[in-house]
Structure formats: structure tokens, C-alpha cells
């Protein structure tokens, strides 16, 4: 079973910089498809990036400019850098896993992040 272990979520004020880290252990598919998910207080958990195992990746319209997804080159590990942030995008952020070409998802448990003054 793969498990996933997120970190890096806190409080931050607005304009500020947080990275969170999502390491994978147990894998041993050799390409995957990683995500970040966020859920605010009273509403569904939304997509906010992909770093697909073909190298692609997408970003909802909100965050463009502002994260940056990657991982290393082993592929046990993904990172979402926040830049700019704002107090909208107060959330519980989750790492998804994705084995190519498989119809397994892996969720971390949730790191809290906190845009406030």
C-alpha cells in the first residue's frame, strides 16, 4: 500500500510564500501522475495542479503565475511552491498519486494552509 505524508502547511499572511512537500513511500511504480487538492469550509474539494508522468502540466485559473508544481527525479516526492497567496486561498490542501495508466488514487491526509492578517 502506498502511503503519502504531506508537510509544510501554516499560517501566513497575505503577499507570502509557502511550499509544501508530499513525500510517497511503498511506491514501486516507476512513472505517475501527481495532483494537488484543496477543500475550503463549505465547499467540495477542487483541483488546483497536475504534474502528469508525461512531464505536462496544468493549473486551475486562479493559481496560474502564482504556484509551481514539481517533483524530483526519483518521482517519490512532490512540492507545491505558493507564491502571492491570498486570503482566498485558505484551505486544506491534499497530494494525489496516481500510477500510470492505473485506476488507483493515493491521497495524503490534508495539511492546512492560512491566509490571514
Known amino acids: 500500500q502506498i502511503n503519502l505524508v504531506e508537510s509544510g502547511g501554516g499560517l501566513v499572511q497575505p503577499g507570502g510564500s509557502l511550499r509544501l512537500s508530499c513525500e510517497a513511500y511503498k511506491n514501486n511504480f516507476a512513472a505517475v501522475n501527481w495532483g494537488w487538492y484543496r477543500q475550503a469550509p463549505g465547499k467540495e474539494r477542487e483541483f488546483v495542479a497536475h504534474?502528469?508522468?508525461?512531464?505536462?502540466?496544468n493549473y486551475e485559473n486562479s493559481v496560474k503565475g502564482r504556484f509551481a508544481i514539481s517533483s524530483d527525479n526519483v518521482k517519490t516526492r512532490v512540492y507545491l511552491q505558493m507564491n502571492s497567496l491570498k486570503p482566498e486561498d485558505t484551505a486544506v490542501y491534499y497530494c494525489m498519486l496516481n500510477p500510470r495508466d492505473r485506476s488507483n488514487y493515493y491521497w495524503g491526509q490534508g495539511t492546512q494552509v492560512t491566509v490571514s492578517s
Open positions: 504534474l502528469n508522468s508525461d512531464g505536462s502540466i
